[in-house]
DNA sequence: TAGATACATCGGAAATTATCGAAATATCAA
DNA sequence: TTGATATTTCGATAATTTCCGATGTATCTA
């Protein structure tokens, strides 16, 4: 809001990008680590970290840093532009989308430790497989 | 609307530059012809066709023709989605729009020949600086 | 018909962006 | 400290986009 012509194209410019879009989209239901949406996605960790830079360059999403994870979370409802609204709305209503959540759904219920730590990452990997 | 992920990365790429972007905030006061458009905007004519060439492309605008003359509008509200509106309405209230505002209404007095048609277009400049 | 003109498309060089492995940084744990 | 690891930044090529003059197309008028 009350922005200028360049920030906003720089703003629709974050989102016009499949990965991106996606990971907006992801955050749309709730608070994520990076590795998890890593993970979920299945795309290398730092083509996420660049998605999630542009994010926050955009003002779509905030970080929360807890040790070594950060956590991103799309930004608090009352400072939303109602451009950042219609665009997570429509966005989380594709069907790509929903495939996604459903991964959400298992790398939540899983922890983060088996999701993103390595060696019990390996550990769930051996057993899944035996 | 019920759209897949590539669909609406293009919708949004579309309106992730600031031509097209202020082409498109251009039209939420009405319908223009694309000379019109290149008058207000002050940049060539090809220019302009692109821009629209491509907004069309996303379903943000509709043409009619009317012999030489193309006119553009944005799509008729009751198919408009949630993304097309919150764009829309916030790239109307970007401060550059409003001077775009002020030079259509003094296009739009002067009526369609007087902007378009280039021997009265000379004729009226000639007159302006005598 | 011939000329004028509103608009669209083309060409193609310059600028921007995408991509992801590799290297750097920061935090934990032993 | 030393090693492990979650994340970021860098590098460098490939792909895409931007831009506008030149050309093409369609429609008007004389």
Redesign the pocket.
Known sequence: MTQNLRSMVERL?AV?????LRVLALLGSGEL????V?EVLQ????????A???LRRAGFVN?R???????VSVVSHPNTSQLLQGILAEAMALVEMQQDRERVADVKTLGIPAV????E?AAKAEAAHV
Chains 1, 2 share one sequence.
Do not use: N
Not at 66 to 71: I, T
Not at 116 to 119: A, E, L, N, R
């Open positions: 410019k016009s990008h499949p990965l991106r680590c990076v590795c998890q890593a795309v290398p960790q730092s083509s996420v970290s660049e999630l830079r542009e970080e840093k807890e040790g070594r994870w950060v956590f993103c730590c390595k060696v990452k």
